[in-house]
């Protein structure tokens, strides 16, 4: 049958998009774009694929560390590891099917990712080598952009606004940045939109089988075939609620056996394997620096750093006591997980790093829609409740790393969500949606989009722009935010600040630096504290430990060589003051109540610096600044 015109145009569109993305993303180089440097989980997804390409296996070994380093000659900066027994092997010295078990004393290492992504990379590496893993990402996108095509043509969209939509909702946004990750990311984004697409046209077990593979790539994945157990029990159209009956019951339990299988299938792969069910849990090391089987004879135990996941939410105090273990990390009080929680619920929306409005703007915009002038149907609700649970969920599972972690840009969970904002545009107001997709491209990512390799090695840098500041940072996750991947600007201790024999002194704590308006922490005139950048503005987040209330912040503040013009914010509070050249002068602004995190309370301070004038070392800077925490009686024994 012959193609209409009008729909003809806009598939030829997509199309040619779609051969793009796959030529742009072959085209790239990624040991050198990435000046031969890792990011994220790339180390441990590049090291799996040429494993299984290679030695068709998932376990590590020396020839896996001599073959990174072909490539990427510091080695595989990132790389995650598990130690397990009991999974098969391979050995052609028993008989057929010439499998084994893995002993124990044999002390093998296993690759501790998921490996759906790597094993669907497999053939692309093996023809077109490191090239093949962005070539795979590429085309994954390619697809979705079709599948979210057919979403809204399912929807009654007209052709072009559904060309219009789909490229917006997949393209501007920060989501063309994963392309270039080695990693499931856009993975995830492809079987969310077929898992969806099969719903919409009426194919509930495919759909629950690609839904069931993007689960077990991440757990919660799951939760967004919330449309497909929840539709079952619903009335037709226009029909008046009843108690479902025992055959749309059914349906729903058949869907979830299906889902829940072919997960559970994976993870049993997973335990044939390594000898565990589960990739994360065990005894599982991420690895800097010194690796198994280097040069220098560097064995497990010797060198990396314990990333367990041995449990389903965070250690509660009081509660998960027992769990807790050098492997693990501290449980945290049942007061401040709720007060996170509800912190966490704006953050995922409007924050700096992480947040939705910054890095999908088009998505945002049609909740929006939605929910204000709608209009609103079955199926937008449904993908709606996908959309709530799992932002819920991923919230109350991991309160302190729900955007991906420090070394992510913007929020790479919500790239498996974005199929599910196709149902929430409306047909009208579709123009809206592109409309915010090219606004959230000029205003916020424009530099990510223009150098996504750059990004991703520097991930922080973005969020220093002037049009991300009047965005919150996420305090919630302060130690993982990516602005501190540079070590500077992170964590500076300012009086005694502990030891394993003796406490924190009360006053004492931490400073983030969250940008570029200061030099960060030095020595001056005997002083510890920063210089201001000359007629900049600066925010920093002060640590305070919870061992006394925080009544006051005080800054001392010394004029720099032009003298200043100096505000100081903090919460509601603010004053302004003007320094001549070595004037000595004090700020005191009440501290208020801080954000809960970790034992310890977080102040967001806001300083600008009028004028600047230059120091011996051509450094511009407007004044030095001297903090101190005035607080009151102790409410905790320092042990």
């Not at 940045?177 to 046209?201: C, K, M, Q, S």
């Not at 479902?244 to 335990?271: C, D, F, K, S």
């Not at 704006?346 to 002038?373: D, E, H, S």
């Not at 925010?539 to 006394?548: E, M, Y």
Request: proline share 8%; aromatic share 12%.
């Amino acid at each position: 049958m012959a193609v209409s015109a009008p729909i003809a145009a806009p598939r030829a569109v997509l199309a040619l998009v779609g051969i793009a993305l796959v030529a742009a993303t072959a085209a790239v180089d990624l040991p050198r774009a990435s000046n031969r440097e890792f990011w994220g989980d790339s180390a441990t997804y590049y090291a799996m694929a040429w494993s299984l390409a290679r030695d068709h296996d998932l376990a590590y070994g020396p020839q896996d560390l001599a073959r990174v380093r072909l490539e990427y000659p510091g080695g595989p900066q990132g790389l995650f590891l598990k130690r397990a027994s009991g999974g098969l092997t391979i050995d052609r010295t028993v008989g057929f099917p010439w499998l084994r078990r893995v002993k124990p004393a044999e002390g093998r290492l296993y690759y501790a990712k998921a490996f759906a992504y790597p094993l669907l990379a497999t053939p692309f590496v093996a023809l077109a080598g490191t090239r093949g893993l962005l070539l795979l990402n590429g085309a994954l996108m390619a697809v979705a952009l079709m599948l979210a095509f057919a979403v809204l043509r399912r929807r009654q969209f007209a052709p072009w606004p559904a060309c219009l939509v789909a490229l917006a909702l997949l393209l501007l946004t920060v989501a063309p940045v994963y392309l270039f990750w080695p990693g499931p990311e856009t993975l995830g984004l492809a079987l969310a939109t077929a898992g969806l697409f099969a719903w919409a046209t009426g194919r509930p077990l495919l759909s629950a089988v690609l839904f069931g593979v993007a689960g077990y790539l991440k757990p919660p994945n799951l939760l967004l075939a919330a449309p497909l157990g929840l539709e079952p029990l619903l009335p037709p159209p226009g029909a008046r609620w009843k108690l479902p009956g025992w055959r749309a019951v059914w349906q729903t339990v058949r869907r979830g056996i299906v889902l829940v299988g072919t997960a559970a299938a994976l993870y049993g792969v997973n335990a044939l394997v390594t000898g565990e069910l589960n990739y994360q849990g065990g005894e599982r090391k991420t690895f800097y620096g010194r690796f198994p089987y280097d040069e220098k004879g560097t064995s497990f135990d010797d060198a990396g750093f314990w990333m367990t996941t041995n449990q389903l939410g965070p250690l509660v105090a009081g509660r998960d006591d027992a769990a807790v273990d050098s492997q693990t990390g501290p449980a945290r009080k049942r007061a401040e997980l709720i007060e996170t929680f509800f912190w966490n619920l704006g953050y995922f929306w409007v924050g700096r790093f992480g947040g939705a409005l910054a890095y999908f703007l088009p998505a945002v915009v049609a909740v929006v829609l939605f929910l204000l002038p709608g209009p609103r149907d079955r199926a937008g609700w449904l993908a709606l409740a996908a959309v709530v649970v799992s932002w819920i969920a991923y919230l109350r599972i991991i309160p302190d790393n729900w955007y991906g972690g420090g070394g992510t840009v913007g929020n790479r969970y919500l790239l498996s969500l974005l199929p599910a904002f196709l149902f929430l545009v409306p047909r009208r107001r579709f123009w809206l949606v592109p409309a915010g997709g090219v606004l959230g491209v000029a205003v916020f990512l424009w530099p990510i989009l223009a150098a996504p390799v750059h990004h991703s090695l520097r991930p922080g840098e973005h969020a220093t722009r002037a049009a991300f500041r009047p965005l919150p940072p996420e305090l919630t996750m302060l130690n993982d935010l990516s602005v501190f991947t540079e070590t500077w600007r992170k964590k500076r201790p300012y009086g005694f600040v502990g030891n394993p024999q003796r406490g924190a002194d009360p006053d004492a704590f931490f400073l983030y630096f969250l940008d570029d308006g200061t030099w960060g922490k030095e020595e001056w005139a005997g002083h510890a504290g920063f210089w201001l950048r000359g007629d900049a503005s600066a925010q920093i987040v002060v640590r305070a430990f919870d061992l006394a209330p925080v009544e006051q912040v005080v800054l001392r503040l010394i004029g720099g060589p032009a003298g200043d013009v100096v505000e100081a914010g903090l919460g509601w509070h603010g004053e302004r003051v003007r320094l001549g050249p070595g004037e000595v002068r004090e700020i005191v602004l009440p501290a208020g109540h801080g954000v809960p995190y970790y034992d310890t309370y977080l102040f967001v301070l806001k300083l600008r610096s009028g004028r600047g004038g230059p120091l011996p070392d051509r450094r511009l800077v407007g004044s030095f600044v001297e903090p101190r925490l005035v607080v009151g009686p102790r409410t905790v024994a320092v042990r």
